[in-house]
């Protein structure tokens, strides 16, 4: 089983619709991300959170809002999806005191189609 | 120039032979560096860090070259297997919330 899971791993919506995507770890770690990966682009960072009480907007946050229900949960809202919200969005992890190992260790990632 | 830029290939090259390729970055401030590998339709893995000057894990060797301001990926020996896109990753500051990604150098083994 994979230590960083994401669920669902593929959907397709519609534009205005709300959609959730879910992340779990059982890898321990306090730092949880998420990115979104487009063709011709970078892996881009929307939002992270160092503990449960901790949310901070990454590059590209307009659109987006997280939930940290948990140290091993981080979700990832779409409000009103929108279709140049189509990407593969990787979730990750990172261990608290590493602070520049470099080291990130994703998901398997979910690919979103917005129509 | 670009926070990180690479060439995004495609480089297809036969099993066997040498490949390498190159990253360039803007912030000379940037202490460390990393390889990451994605296979299709799959999540990006590290491959290699790079601290000082360069770093040597088997057929994988990854260059530093701060006065021009790049990082080189060597592969040795390549592998059917070593078939993947390979991301350079530069932070811009302390945390992992600071990396930045390339575009990826897509590399395809041929048999």
């Known amino acids: 089983d994979a230590d960083v899971t994401q669920t669902p791993r593929n959907r397709i919506t519609k534009t205005g619709k709300r959609i959730m995507l879910e992340c779990s770890q059982t890898k321990g770690h306090d730092r949880m991300y998420w990115y979104r990966q487009d063709p011709g682009l970078g892996l881009r960072l929307i939002y992270y959170?160092?503990?449960?009480?901790?949310?901070n907007k990454g590059e590209i946050s307009d659109g987006y809002s997280v939930s940290r229900q948990a140290q091993a949960k981080f979700s990832l809202s779409l409000e009103s999806a929108i279709p140049n919200q189509t990407a593969l969005y990787f979730c990750?992890?990172?261990?608290?005191?590493?602070?520049?190992?470099?080291?990130?260790?994703f998901g398997e990632g979910s690919r979103l189609t917005v129509l | 120039r670009k926070e990180v830029e690479q060439d995004p290939g495609p480089f297809n090259v036969p099993e066997g032979a040498t490949v390498a390729f190159n990253c360039t970055y803007s912030n000379s401030a940037s202490q460390s560096f990393f390889w990451y590998r994605q296979d299709c339709r799959k999540e990006p893995k590290l491959l290699m860090s790079?601290?000082?000057s360069g770093n040597e894990d088997g057929r994988f060797t990854a260059q530093l070259n701060r006065a021009s301001q790049y990082i080189s990926l060597l592969i040795r020996d390549s592998k059917l297997s070593d078939s993947a896109t390979y991301l350079c990753?530069?932070?811009?500051?302390?945390?992992?919330?600071?990396?930045?990604f390339g575009t990826g150098t897509r590399l395809t083994i041929i048999p």
């Open positions: 959170s160092f503990d449960v009480k901790d949310i």
């Open positions: 990753v530069v932070p811009q500051d302390f945390g992992n919330e600071k990396l930045t």
């Open positions: 790079v601290y000082s």
């Open positions: 990750a992890t990172s261990p608290l005191g590493e602070t520049n190992t470099g080291e990130l260790f």
